[in-house]
């Protein structure tokens, strides 16, 4: 039980805001956070935190396409494919991993290490193409970068070419570039 | 090539900034709020800020001092400043930048807008993927809160202003003021019906002022430099300071470049973004997001402000820029931004929501070369009864580049037909509700 785990956490999460309900999404990334994605009993459980009726809670948790209501592999690998990536090469990108992982969009690896979504803009279109893996993101894709940063992962559990804070052009290319 | 001042950029560009509050402090961060607090009324900065010429970066272009107006001057209860840090308008990547490499320049504006709007509680509503950027605030937030700047009695006057970070959870329309509110307020991201606007039925029912990101993060340098010095950038009056435009697409050098706004697409994409990619020639581009009509390169003088974008029939928006080159299927580009838009419709309006999947299903079938000519009408039709029928703008939106991609390359869409009547495809089964 989330109660018992995290009180510290939930009533510091409560204490943001004069509503409770608002605390709806917080509860729920922490559920998604502890089991991978957000069960049944979590959402009955955050319903009570909340005072409200568990379809309530429901009906916000199908609505937002980050909670994830079934499980997903160890790393969720979510590559744009909104215009500005698909016009640098996101559908080859999606090609690769799909060949790399034999797995299509949608799907999971058989040892449960890779789940591969398709997905729309993530606002990093000066930098694609790009793709979220669990937090971080990883743009300027290429498929070397692409063989290091699945071999990274499945060796270290995350890898160096992470997006760090962002800015493009960085400012010595700015520089030049003025 | 023109250099121009960076306002909004000036620290992160200098090599090494972190970000960091000792290093904002550094290069004079924290003196505009602390100009302000106490000394200068609520209603003197809001004149201020009007003075300015402030619009709205988000989108809409709304002047941001006559929002605050918009108050109840004699309202006893609380209020709310809801910064819109959703980021989600397909082209737009600037917010992204300003807050993980500069946190505290956006935290300094909102301090400035909650005091001019008296709100106590003040919430930045980021898009649930920026994890990172998320956690930096947190940090950033942490940060002024030890040094007395956030949270109750700040810099010494008895003022309380707090200031916590909302993640989003993947949904565009939470980018929409309103269903901004009722996503914060735990519920799905449907939009309002407007009025009443949040000004006094906002967060919780109680006044509210939404605004972006890189609006909040021009503040501190209006303030400690005068409504007359921002006014005179850009292109006064109507559209003063700077811009950072999100250059994204067939460019050499994609990226974002914060310059005053009124210089020519032209100078933007070849001489900041260091032009096209390869020798192929430009063949189309969106001026401002997602959401803009497509222009063509008949549009490439036309300056970047509010207005002249307009009067070429698109939007300024959200300052984001894509380009593409000779070569691109524009109505395959149409039907990828049209994928976007039916994901993203949020199901409350009956044009947008069954909208959004005929004209997707209508896209798939001409780019698959299987459409007949019938089709171009019903697109058309169908745009006509979306746009201006929805509770939000996203069903102006939505249709953007299938109609502006039919005004200027129709030829492609019968191309496309032609190819499909010569190769003599059965239509297959009509268009129907199904998602």
């Known amino acids: ?178 | 090539m023109p250099t121009y001042e960076p306002i909004l950029l000036k620290n992160m560009l200098q090599p090494g900034y972190t970000g960091s509050l000792a290093e904002y402090e550094r290069t004079g961060g924290y003196q505009a709020i602390r100009k302000v607090l106490g000394k200068v009324s609520p209603a003197d900065v809001t004149a201020v800020v009007m003075k300015s010429g402030l619009r709205g970066r988000g989108g809409a272009g709304f002047p941001t001092g006559v929002k605050w107006g918009f108050l109840p001057k004699d309202y006893q209860g609380p209020r709310y400043l809801c910064c819109n840090a959703d980021e989600s308008e397909p082209g737009t990547f600037k917010d992204r930048q300003l807050i993980e490499r500069d946190p505290h320049q956006l935290l300094e504006g909102m301090l400035i807008a909650c005091y001019a709007i008296g709100a106590a509680s003040s919430y930045i509503y980021i898009r649930g993927e920026f994890v990172l950027g998320a956690k930096i605030l947190e940090q950033a937030i942490n940060d002024a809160r030890a040094a007395g700047y956030v949270g109750k009695n700040i810099f010494g006057t008895n003022t309380t202003i707090d200031i916590w970070v909302h993640r989003g959870a993947g949904a565009y329309i939470c980018g929409e003021e309103t269903a901004l509110l009722e996503s914060l307020e735990g519920k799905r991201g449907l939009p309002r019906v407007k009025p009443p606007f949040p000004a006094t039925h906002g967060l919780y029912n109680k006044p509210t002022v939404v605004n972006n990101v890189e609006t909040l993060a021009n503040l501190p340098h209006i303030l400690n430099r005068g409504a007359e010095w921002f006014a005179s950038i850009g292109s006064p009056p109507k559209s003063t300071g700077t811009r950072v435009f999100c250059v994204s697409g067939h460019v050499a050098r994609p990226g974002n470049y914060e310059v005053p706004m009124g210089i020519t697409f032209r100078e933007l994409i070849y001489e900041q973004a260091g032009g096209m990619r390869s020798n192929k020639k430009l063949k189309a581009f969106i001026p401002g997001g997602a959401s803009a009509p497509f222009l063509t390169p008949d549009h490439l003088d036309v300056k970047l402000d509010f207005e002249s974008v307009a009067l070429a029939g698109s939007m300024l928006g959200s300052g984001g820029v894509t380009v593409m080159e000779e070569g691109t299927d524009m109505v395959w580009a149409a039907l990828r931004l049209m994928e976007f838009f039916y994901h993203e419709s949020c199901g409350k309006c009956s044009p947008c929501r069954e909208g959004s999947s005929w004209l997707v299903q209508i896209m798939r079938r001409i780019v698959n070369k299987r459409g007949q000519m019938a089709d171009l009408e019903t697109l058309t039709d169908l745009c006509k009864n979306i746009a201006g029928r929805t509770v939000c703008a996203f069903g102006d939106a939505e249709v953007s580049p299938i109609l502006s991609t039919l005004k200027h390359w129709r030829h492609e869409y019968v191309a496309l037909i032609h190819a499909a009547e010569a190769a003599n495809l059965i239509r297959p089964e009509p268009v129907g509700t199904k998602h």
């Open chain 1, 1 to 178: 039980m989330l109660q018992e785990t995290h009180k510290a956490e939930i009533d510091d999460i409560l204490s943001r805001y004069p509503v409770k309900r608002s605390a709806l999404l917080p509860l729920l990334y922490l559920a998604q956070r502890e089991q991978g994605y957000v069960t049944e009993a979590a959402m009955q459980e955050i319903a009570g935190i909340l005072m409200l009726t568990p379809p309530q809670v429901y009906e916000t948790a199908t609505f937002y396409t980050m909670l994830n209501l079934k499980p997903v592999g160890k790393f969720h690998l979510q590559v744009c494919k909104s215009l500005m990536c698909a016009l640098v090469g996101s559908d080859t990108v999606i090609g690769w991993i799909g060949a790399k992982l034999g797995i299509k969009p949608g799907e999971t690896t058989p040892d449960k290490l890779f789940t591969l979504s398709v997905v729309e803009c993530l606002a990093a279109c000066g930098t694609g193409p790009m793709m979220q893996v669990n937090d971080d993101y990883y743009e300027r894709l290429t498929e070397e970068k692409l063989d290091r940063i699945l071999a990274e992962l499945r060796q270290t559990g995350s890898s160096s070419l992470k997006t760090g804070p962002f800015m493009w052009p960085e400012p010595a290319a700015a520089k030049a570039g003025a």
